[in-house]
């Protein structure tokens, strides 16, 4: 069974950085697209950054781009999120999951997705 467990939240200044970690396990892949979300206290799930299934596309949520950088180590089977210049309105629970759909901005087309982790940033 597909699994995936994000690691690397807490407590940042604004302007601050944080990575968080997406591991996965459970798939026999070569390859596979990945996409990170978050959604702060209130507000509905957003989409903030994709990687395509060929790892050399990546797209993000206007929000974010300049600021995030999404990786992935197929050797480590892990998916990365560098957060940089972090904001206070960056504060939500920062969730990664596997798309059916390579490419995909819209939660639905996601299937498999982690418990989520924690990013609070103080102003």
């Known amino acids: 069974q597909v699994q995936l467990v994000e690691s690397g939240g807490g407590l940042v200044q604004a302007g601050g950085s944080l990575r968080l970690s997406c591991a996965v396990s459970g798939h026999s892949w070569s390859s596979y697209a990945m996409g990170w979300f978050r959604q702060a206290p209130g507000k509905e799930r957003e989409f903030v950054a994709g990687?395509?299934?060929?790892?050399?596309?990546?797209f993000y949520a206007d929000s974010v781009k300049g600021r995030f950088t999404i990786s992935r180590d197929n050797a480590k089977n892990t998916v990365y999120l560098q957060m940089n210049s972090l904001k206070p309105e960056d504060t939500a629970v920062y969730y990664c999951?596997?798309?059916?759909?390579?490419?995909?901005?819209?939660?639905?087309?996601?299937?498999?997705w982690g418990q989520g982790t924690q990013v609070t940033v103080s102003s």
């Open positions: 999951a596997l798309p059916l759909v390579d490419g995909s901005r819209w939660d639905h087309e996601y299937e498999y």
């Open positions: 990687i395509r299934w060929s790892g050399r596309s990546t």
